[in-house]
């Protein structure tokens, strides 16, 4: 076996985001699913939570398994764990893989930091008063908006139904004002940055973070959204497939 894989999913969702990957992943690599904490077959432990936390549980669960360092690949609410570990515990991370985040949310930009801090606020509070299942059909709109992704859409809805409504709040919260921009300078793994192309953190950003990065590069998936690994998984798996090989 290889060297390993550590995937680790988004907000609200849980290791299944990253069912098109494993098989094709697992004949060179030591692939690594795990919940977060409050999410999937994972605890739900009352909150608070925090971006630290989480990256101490992967980091304990890395040193538990014996797979240090390990490869790790995160998406949306996943990539700021992965940022947050490859900064705490850089001796954890061979490489670092981010799709659709960000070190931290935008801070310089008014109009892209007013409206990713409205959508959040807008999930805390259909969460709280409608319910997830609300959330999931809200959500499942924009993540899939085409009708030939309808399977997709109602995949996820039916997903997002399972969340436990206060171990999803107290995750939301957790990204509020959070950032490791400042500090993204001295991650010294490779580091590559997947969007795309339609995905709601602008692109602007990534490259702006992105640049900063010692060693990072930038890879765009054309006609994919906020979900890459799931509405592009071919293009998804490719791109990533050959990030990893050059690490090799």
């Not at 925090?50 to 490869?71: E, T």
């Not at 709109?141 to 436990?164: C, H, M, T, Y």
């Not at 959070?178 to 192309?197: L, Q």
Request: with cysteine; hydrophobic share 45%; proline share 6%.
């Amino acid at each position: 076996m290889g060297d390993s894989l550590l995937f680790i999913h988004g907000l609200g969702s849980s290791a299944r985001d990253w069912e098109n990957q494993v098989p094709f992943f697992a004949e060179k690599y030591r692939v690594v699913t795990p919940d977060l904490r409050g999410h999937g077959t994972s605890d739900w432990p009352s909150g608070p939570y925090s971006l630290a936390l989480f990256a101490s549980d992967m980091a304990s669960l890395i040193r538990s398994l014996g797979i240090a360092p390990a490869h790790v690949v995160g998406i949306s609410l996943g990539g700021f764990v992965a940022f947050q570990l490859a900064l705490d515990h850089p001796d954890l991370v061979r490489s670092l893989v981010a799709v659709n985040s960000a070190p931290g949310l935008p801070r310089d930009r008014l109009g892209d930091r007013m409206r990713l801090a409205w959508a959040l606020l807008l999930r805390r509070l259909i969460a709280r008063y409608f319910g997830m299942r609300t959330l999931g059909r809200v959500l499942g709109k924009k993540l899939f908006p085409r009708p030939d992704q309808s399977v997709l859409k109602s995949g996820f809805i039916e997903r997002w139904a399972e969340n436990d409504r206060d171990a999803y709040l107290a995750s939301l919260a957790a990204v509020f004002g959070w950032s490791t921009e400042d500090r993204v300078g001295t991650i010294a793994c490779p580091t590559c940055v997947i969007s795309g192309e339609h995905d709601f953190i602008p692109l602007a950003l990534k490259e702006s973070y992105t640049a900063k990065l010692p060693h990072g590069e930038l890879i765009v998936i054309p006609g994919s959204g906020h979900f890459t690994p799931v509405d592009a998984p071919e293009r998804f798996n490719q791109a990533l497939m050959l990030f990893l090989a050059r690490q090799d």
